[in-house]
């Protein structure tokens, strides 16, 4: 089998390392539009070649998009383009929003040819330096509309998630992203938020280093996102990512108005209140 | 040297186990109010022995108030008062907010035998069971107006905080109220409330542990911590923390209203300027 893994960031990378070491792939094609990418994931061996995009295409069985959602957009429907006239390929997406990716296929003839895939993992680093082995292992992988693609398709990719370690989850591509927004991107959106606010308050940047307890920096961990992954993720996903922020507002006004009016039976009960999260994430 | 630890918690425990294996203590004695928790820390072995609060303060050479601010600030004026007539004892406190605790025995007639300080160190969960070795090493210990105490009670606990693995750092009690609300109180309150967002939204629990990514995870992980601890620390250092929660809302709205205008140069200039947080923590 060989597997053509388009954008050799953190998810591809990762990806390529598994599959090709877990002998799911015999050999992995790599795609990078970034030269200094492109000559670090040869030199680091991510991939066994790094080729031209319809290389990738026309040789690799299996097609990895694994490019911030605002170009897979734009390139998923260039993949099945050049799939036609042929039979068993299949080409899949990694990427963190779904309902726009999966509209924009949606009457492709090629369109059962195509898997919509979010596997659930991540670090706040990003390029071929950012890859690691292991790194989808136990997490949860997102198909989104499979009933639209064919089943041994379906089936080949639940295998390729399968030797990555990860639970597959069905459901339906805006769902997807509604619930991506309150427990992903809105997570994104505050760390964002949050570095902002100390990097305005707290101008010696030498009190932020000496000061930052290991909780600060878990926090803030996100906020080291890159933007060309984040931004289109935030448009694509505008209409449910502003409702979670509108939630989420309210409920630091909330906490304001108790701070600001010494409420420290109110304070308690929004703490106890958010302590439930204790039972769902140990 | 015996060390009385009161409040045997995550702060209190984990000192008393560095401080007896590292030997600077040769007996660590103990005062734990709740009656698990007592029992807990005897069989855990975090200290030598339980005893009475006045037991602690007649035969420590140094004793540790590790409870939550509120409950500190009455009992720091009590321990001083039992210090008349003694010459060497000392009384530190462990507590995250300093300016009120620090004003309240400012006219003390013992206030040179109490150093306050604050180790910047913890982990989202509480009591006996929680404390851990090593909870300290290369983290930073603020000493707050330590020209108020005398010279070799600070010399002392300099060297106590030493045995941690802590690097002091010395600052005026209200200044350290400012910097903390900035780099530690303000996570707390956004992890909270992105709790409690996920919560209101996400009514499925389910959802929340299946696509809670390892982002997600970290983002909300002080949301754990518990409100006996947290409710003083707002309530003390309200003025601080309102302020910083109002710039944060500020951020959170040029956010949204970036991602409402579909204004992705905004949107990427935002998160490129939170971007400047990873050069400042690594």
């Known amino acids: 089998m060989i597997v053509s893994v388009i954008g050799l960031g953190l998810i591809g990378g990762s990806m390529a390392i598994d599959l090709k070491k877990r002998g799911f792939a015999d050999r ?12 670090a994931a040869e030199k680091i061996g991510l991939v066994d070649e790094v080729v031209s995009f319809d290389d990738a295409v026309s040789r690799g069985d299996i097609v990895i998009i694994a ?23 299949i080409v899949i997406d990694t990427c963190s ?9 949606h009457y492709h003839p090629m369109r059962s040819r195509y898997v919509a895939t979010h596997p659930m993992a991540g670090t706040e680093y990003s390029g071929p330096w950012a890859a690691m082995p292991n790194l989808f292992d136990g997490r949860a992988c997102i198909f989104a509309n499979s009933e639209e693609s064919d089943p041994k398709a379906v089936k080949t990719i639940e295998n390729l998630y399968d030797v ?20 992903s991107h809105i997570s994104h959106v505050t760390s964002f938020a949050l570095a902002l606010t100390v990097l305005d308050k707290e101008k010696d940047e030498k009190h932020i280093f000496d000061l930052a307890s290991g909780g600060f920096s878990s926090t803030v961990r996100l906020a080291k996102s890159n933007a060309d992954m984040w931004v289109p993720i935030l448009s694509q996903n505008r209409d449910n990512v502003l409702q979670v922020i509108d939630t989420y507002i309210d409920k630091m006004k909330e906490f304001r108005e108790a701070i600001s009016d010494y409420d420290e039976e109110k304070i308690r009960s929004l703490i106890g209140e958010a302590n439930r999260i204790k039972k769902i994430l140990r």
């Open 28 to 39: 992995v094609l790599g795609v990078e539009n970034d030269p200094v990418n492109a000559a």
């Open 67 to 89: 490019v911030p959602v605002g170009t897979a957009v734009k390139m998923l429907p260039q993949v099945l383009d050049r799939f036609a006239g042929t039979k068993d390929k």
């Open 97 to 105: 929003t779904k309902g726009q990716i999966v509209r924009c296929v």
């Open 164 to 183: 990555l370690n990860m639970r597959p989850i069905y459901m339906n591509a805006d769902n997807h992203d509604v619930h991506t927004a309150y427990v």
